[in-house]
């Protein structure tokens, strides 16, 4: 059973950096490009980021370019968001999610809740 | 990359059917048939129902349907069921690794 796990959410303050986790069972991870997608609380969803099966391409949303990153490391089934210069409005629910057919999100994690907070 | 439009809520009685639309733009909805919708109960995690503006992926109910026309997708609900309750949230590609999702609709079982 396909099985996506986030970790390393919790509470940070403005400015300061995060590494948030997402830990993939039950496909062959190496196949398949990640998403991070994130929600705001009582919010709607907003893509944050891509990689490719390979880890060669990254791609990631306006409003977090150059303070984010994605990585993975295919030997640990898992893939990462490192969060930099966090502000107040990166307070969300960040979600990682398989990219399945046509783009489509598929699984989703249950996602780990990031408090951007003095 | 524009913005996508969704109604903020629909409502209807158990039996009926609703419609839940997505507008976008002639350089993502319209251009590509990546439109794919996901259903989001309360405090849970989003589900994809709908990917391809047509197709159900293995188990969702063929109560849902998608469809699309120019820069418009649908979602449509048939036979609705209490726990058809939740947000609803269309998205799309521009064709440049970029995503957008629609605002979100509210889908209340009277």
């Known amino acids: 059973q396909v099985h996506l796990v986030e970790s390393g959410g919790g509470v940070v303050q403005p400015g300061r950096s995060l590494r948030v986790s997402c830990a993939a069972s039950?496909?062959?991870?190496?196949?398949?490009?990640m998403h991070w997608v994130r929600q705001a609380p009582g919010k709607g969803l907003e893509w944050v980021a891509f990689i490719w099966f390979d880890g060669s391409n990254k791609y990631y949303g306006d409003s977090v370019k150059g303070r984010f990153t994605i990585s993975r490391d295919n030997s640990k089934n898992t893939v990462y968001l490192d969060m930099n210069s966090l502000s107040v409005e990166d307070t969300a629910t960040y979600y990682c999610a398989r990219d399945w057919v046509s783009s489509a999100f598929d699984p989703w994690g249950q996602g780990t809740l990031v408090t951007v907070s003095s | 990359q524009s913005a996508l439009t969704q109604p903020r809520s629909v409502s209807g009685s158990p039996g009926q059917s609703v419609t839940v639309s997505c507008t976008g733009a002639s350089s993502d909805v319209g251009d590509y048939n990546y439109v794919s919708w996901y259903q989001q109960h309360p405090g849970k995690v989003p589900k994809l129902i709908i990917y391809?503006?047509?197709k159900r992926p293995s188990g969702v109910p063929d109560r849902f349907s998608g469809s699309k026309s120019g820069n418009t997708a649908s979602l449509t609900i048939s036979g609705l069921q209490a726990d058809d309750e939740g947000d609803y949230y269309c998205?799309?590609?521009?064709?440049?690794?970029?995503?957008?999702f629609g605002p979100g609709t509210r889908v209340t079982v009277l």
């Open positions: 998205c799309t590609t521009a064709g440049t690794y970029s995503y957008i």
């Open positions: 039950g496909f062959s991870f190496d196949s398949y490009g």
């Open positions: 391809d503006v047509i």
